[in-house]
Every structure is written in structure tokens, then in C-alpha cells.
């Protein structure tokens, strides 16, 4: 009798071969926005600030109910990593946008929030580049790791 062995790696920390090189930097800007922060509540509004910029450049492409959609997957993906996510899918069914999200991040210690932060942006760009491969995948996604300027009459903040 043959036995099946399936071995997984941490996907939110390993590397992934079938990242080229030029997409190689948008991915990992990605994955440190999205868990950047001495402590979880700074981990919690990264993650949010990091997906509404996602959203933002990929619904003119693959229209708000595509980025949900796939979004949702990569819920289910990465729950593995970050178990605390099962929470955040079943919050999707009910409530719109990334504030479930925010939320779970906020309630778990900042080692499981940089986690889980990371595992799912990692299923994200990985359900992405499944369909459209890593190369426009990072096109699409690099205007999102671009610092921003201060909205007009917002003063800057100082580290």
C-alpha cells in the first residue's frame, strides 16, 4: 500500500522558487507593509492601510467583487499559518472590506499578528500569481508599496 506524505512549508516565511527575480521585491515589500509595527495594534493598521492599497489597484482590473473574491481564497490558504484568519473568512460573509481583518489582528499577541499578517498576503500573491503569473502580479501590485504623499493640509509624521 502506497502512503501519501504531503510536506509543507512555512509559506509565509520560505521563498519561493517560482518567484523571478524582478517580482522578487514586490513581494517582499508586500509581506513587511503588511506586518510592520513594534506592536500589534501598529501590526493591525499596516495590514489594513497595505490591503486597501491592494484594493485600490487591482479593482479597476479585476473589478471589487474579483479582489473579494480572491481575498476570500487566500483566507482559506493561509489559514494553515494563521489559524486566527478562519475567524476573519467567516466575518467576510457578513461584513465588507478589511476591518475584520484589523480587528482579529489587533485581539492576537504581535507574534501571531505578524504571522497571520504574512500568511495571507502570501496566499494573496500566490492566488494571484496562479492566475496571472508572478511577473504581472508584481506590475500590478508594485504601485502598492509606494510611499504615498501626505494628502494636502496633513502634516507629516515624525518617526
Same mark, same amino acid.
Given at each position: 500500500?502506497?502512503?501519501?506524505?504531503?510536506?509543507?512549508?512555512?509559506?509565509?516565511?520560505?521563498? !519561493?522558487?517560482?518567484?523571478?527575480?524582478? *517580482?522578487?521585491?514586490?513581494?517582499?515589500?508586500?509581506?513587511?507593509?503588511?506586518?510592520?509595527?513594534?506592536?500589534?495594534?501598529?501590526?493591525?493598521?499596516? *495590514?489594513?492601510?497595505?490591503?486597501?492599497? /491592494?484594493? *485600490?489597484?487591482?479593482? &479597476?482590473?479585476?473589478?471589487?467583487?474579483? /479582489?473579494?473574491?480572491?481575498?476570500?481564497?487566500?483566507? /482559506?490558504?493561509?489559514?494553515?499559518?494563521?489559524?486566527?484568519?478562519?475567524?476573519?473568512?467567516?466575518?467576510?460573509?457578513?461584513?465588507?472590506?478589511?476591518?475584520?481583518?484589523?480587528?482579529?489582528? !489587533?485581539?492576537?499577541?504581535?507574534?501571531?499578528?505578524? /504571522?497571520? !499578517?504574512?500568511?495571507?498576503?502570501?496566499?494573496?500573491?500566490?492566488?494571484?500569481?496562479?492566475?496571472?503569473?508572478?511577473?504581472?502580479?508584481?506590475?500590478?501590485?508594485? &504601485?502598492?508599496?509606494?510611499?504615498?504623499?501626505?494628502?494636502?493640509?496633513?502634516?507629516?509624521?515624525?518617526?
Amino acid at each position: 500500500m502506497a502512503r501519501l506524505v504531503i510536506v509543507r512549508s512555512n509559506s509565509a516565511t520560505a521563498t !519561493s522558487s517560482a518567484v523571478p527575480p524582478a *517580482a522578487e521585491p514586490v513581494r517582499a515589500a508586500l509581506l513587511a507593509l503588511v506586518s510592520r509595527g513594534e506592536h500589534t495594534g501598529q501590526v493591525s493598521e499596516a *495590514a489594513l492601510v497595505t490591503w486597501r492599497r /491592494v484594493e *485600490a489597484e487591482l479593482s &479597476p482590473i479585476l473589478g471589487s467583487a474579483g /479582489v473579494a473574491a480572491l481575498y476570500r481564497r487566500s483566507l /482559506v490558504r493561509a489559514r494553515v499559518e494563521g489559524p486566527a484568519l478562519a475567524e476573519v473568512y467567516d466575518a467576510t460573509a457578513y461584513a465588507k472590506g478589511f476591518e475584520p481583518l484589523r480587528y482579529t489582528l !489587533s485581539s492576537l499577541s504581535h507574534a501571531d499578528a505578524v /504571522v497571520a !499578517s504574512r500568511a495571507l498576503m502570501w496566499a494573496f500573491w500566490e492566488s494571484l500569481t496562479d492566475l496571472i503569473s508572478a511577473p504581472l502580479t508584481a506590475r500590478l501590485l508594485e &504601485p502598492a508599496i509606494r510611499p504615498q504623499a501626505p494628502e494636502p493640509g496633513k502634516k507629516e509624521a515624525t518617526p
